[in-house]
């Protein structure tokens, strides 16, 4: 990766390469170059690529000095990410949804969210046997069929992890990583930031009402509670799957965590509702966590 790095054409002269690690899903580096320092970070898609010059236009994300096929060269900040920030998980939201609100209004669309596109992606894998992958897509059809199709849609982050917040001492913010944006319904990317943060649901009603204020809107708590449990689900599998593919003893504990905490907070939000489809798909994925076996999974 380095050489690769060292022949790109916006540097000059290369000082150092260093490798970064926390919270970010693609190989990431810091680069002392040219007197100045750079965020180098290995790309898959041109999506993240075009959201992420918009956002800087509107100073929502750092510079970005460079990109091609496989690099995205951007302004290096010297600086913590909310996730491992001292503030309470109240000022952390509210900083996180203004960031949001900023994102949604970005003049530029992402690629679509197709729910269906993403599960058959994820379960379309050697981890799982053909009686599991046919009951997840069981589950999988029933959760779409719940989610409506809406023209009402933004410009979402999709995945509004505090790890992709940067924060200075003086409370300035940037939002980074735009690898799964997407255009959606304003209600997944609200659900995401529940999920991904895996926040209390007592959450919920102050995370909306901060939203609402913002943009003076109304968000549909019913889209958002099938966005909560799409989420769920599809971060579940996510984590399982890298679970599988990693080889980091360390990297497979936290992975696996989370992987469940996912699952089970998508159990627990199907448990607490009488509805009648929501019910179907609590008996769905009570037929699916035991073949798992995630208590003896190492």
């Known amino acids: 990766m380095e050489s690769q790095l060292r022949s790109l054409p916006c540097f000059t002269q290369i000082h150092s390469v260093s490798s970064i690690s926390s919270g970010l899903s693609q190989q990431s580096f810091k680069i002392n170059a040219d007197n100045k320092s750079f965020f180098a970070k290995t790309i898959n898609n041109n999506t993240e690529i075009s959201t992420t010059i918009c956002a800087n236009q509107f100073n929502l994300a750092p510079k970005v000095f460079y990109y091609d096929d496989n690099w995205l060269i951007s302004e290096f900040v010297d600086t913590d990410n909310l996730a491992l920030s001292a503030l309470n998980i109240d000022t952390k939201i509210t900083h996180a949804i203004r960031l949001m609100t900023e994102c949604h209004q970005l003049p530029t ?62 409370q300035e913010t940037w939002l980074i990583d735009y690898e799964c944006a997407c255009y959606a319904p304003k209600e997944y990317d609200l659900a995401m930031f529940i999920a991904v943060n895996s926040l209390a649901i007592e959450k919920t009603t102050m995370i909306v009402e901060q939203y609402e204020g913002q943009l003076s809107v109304t968000v549909d708590l019913i889209l958002l509670n099938y966005y909560l449990l799409f989420s769920y689900f599809i971060n579940a599998l996510w984590y399982f799957n890298t679970y599988k ?54």
Not at 140 to 161: E, F, K, P, R, Y
Not at 268 to 283: F, Q, T
């Open 109 to 170: 669309k992402p690629i679509k969210l197709i729910t269906s596109d993403i599960i058959d992606a994820l379960i379309t894998k050697a981890h799982y046997s053909p009686t599991q992958q046919e009951i997840l897509l069981q589950f999988s059809q029933l959760l779409s069929a719940s989610i409506s199709t809406t023209n009402n849609t933004v410009c979402c982050h999709g995945d509004l992890n505090f790890s992709n917040i940067l924060i200075n001492q003086a």
């Open 245 to 298: 593919d990693t080889l980091d003893i360390e990297n497979k504990k936290i992975l696996l965590i989370q992987a469940k905490t996912q699952f089970f907070r998508l159990q627990s939000v199907l448990k607490a509702s009488d509805l009648p489809l929501l019910s179907s798909l609590s008996i769905k994925l009570a037929d699916i966590l035991p073949t798992f076996d995630l208590s003896k999974q190492t």
